[in-house]
């Protein structure tokens, strides 16, 4: 139910929580940029209406200005020649009057002053031009008084002071369209800023979080893996992550302590092994020793007395039996040397090592600085290392001499058996190496082999005293 529990409000749930302010943070930035982009294309459009409703203004100004030019130069001159710009103007004023008032047509006040500009040109050229112009043809010096001058200027004047004013508020109108222009782009390039800040910011964070929350528990976990996988059964990992790393944490200490617990049963039932294997071996021992040792030399005592007595033919004979009597004797008494000596129960890891030395086929320096007895289970162990190392030596490394060193530290035996033989000893080849090893390993003791090719073999045992 824990496990479950932290797994919906962990890591998981943290993880997602991020991703969602990240991508709500970018969506939103995306919004604002595409509201941004959608002002600035409809400022754009009502920009380029402003300029065609300014130009088309003052395309209907210079026309009336065509038409007061015209209109004055053929009553001064009198030639119609003179009469051609008002004659084009006052052709194309209907059609560019309708399309300003076309422009201008979603702002009434500019749709007003549009037709107040078409009425006054209309006014201009039927009240006024044409009478002018058809006057200076009958009478040319009627239509240059100067009140008709005047006349004709203050219309001119009228019309060109409706257009300026609707010029002017088109250009306010634009002046404000730009200003909303220029804070819509800069709303746009504020809000990209702030939301690739706000993106850097929450990714670099999500980094953080992800390193702290995940990765560094995770490489942590991986090296106590490793440390673990190498024998260190005791190594575990600080419980201080959040959701399924926390469970993961607390999962691999359970696991290691298990394997602590397991490993720690399987090194006492092998030390049980041992202790009841020499057990076993030393009340085997003593049963030949104190059996059949002693009854073969009862025996071999009785067919001596009964040679004493006895005719040189029976004698003879009886000798036999005593002989194939002793040879057994000593048989048995070798075979219970190799099943367990009485020495070294008797007198400890020192004579038991010299007498293996005395027995050895190759010389053997004996050097043991031990001045106490150890735990039985200890001098077993040193003692069997020895005989197996001395046996190998002088049946397979074709040495010359071995050396045994054995001494004490603060709360070790360290024993050393080194040969200059062929070297190339492989533990994994023989059984009794291997058993060897159990055996030290069942004590909480190391054996390492050391057999370089022609560089002769060294076994080095370290046990520990106060664990036996």
Partial sequence: MTVGFESRGGVARRVVTASGLLMVLVGSGFVVLLVSVQGLRASEQQAQHSGAVLTSANQVERMVSDLATGQRDFVITGQEKFLQPWRDAAAQLPAQTGTLEQLVADSPDQVARANQADQRITSYLRDYSLPVIEASRADPDSARTAAI?????????????????????????????????????????????????????????????????????????????????????????????????????????????????????????????????????RQIERDLHDGIQQRLVSLTLDVRAIQAGSPNGQAEELDEVAKGLSATLDEV??????IHPAILSQGGIGPAVRMLARRSKVPVEVRIDVGTRLPAPIEAAAYYVVSEALTNAAKHADASVVHVVARLTTDRLVLSVRDDGIGGADPAKGSGLVGLDDRVAALGGTLVVESPSGEGTTLSVSLPITSS
Wanted: cysteine-free.
């Fill in 149 to 281: 001058t005047a006349d004709g200027t203050n219309r001119v004047a009228a019309i060109r002071s409706v257009l300026d004013t609707l010029i002017s508020s088109e250009q306010k109108l634009s002046s404000s369209e730009q200003q909303n222009t220029d804070m819509i782009a800069n709303r746009a390039v504020a809000a990209a800023v702030m939301g690739l800040a706000g993106t850097v910011v929450l990714v670099l964070g999500f980094a953080v979080y992800l390193t702290r929350a995940i990765v560094r528990p995770v490489r942590v976990t991986a090296e106590m893996a490793n440390r673990l996988a190498a024998g260190d059964l005791a190594v575990r990992v600080p419980e201080t992550g959040v959701g399924e790393i926390r469970t993961l944490e607390r999962t691999f200490n359970t696991m290691a302590g298990s394997l602590g617990a397991a490993s720690a049963d399987l090194a006492a039932s092998r030390a049980r092994i041992v202790r009841s294997s020499d057990e076993t071996r």
């Fill in 333 to 338: 008494r070798e075979l219970a040397r190799g």
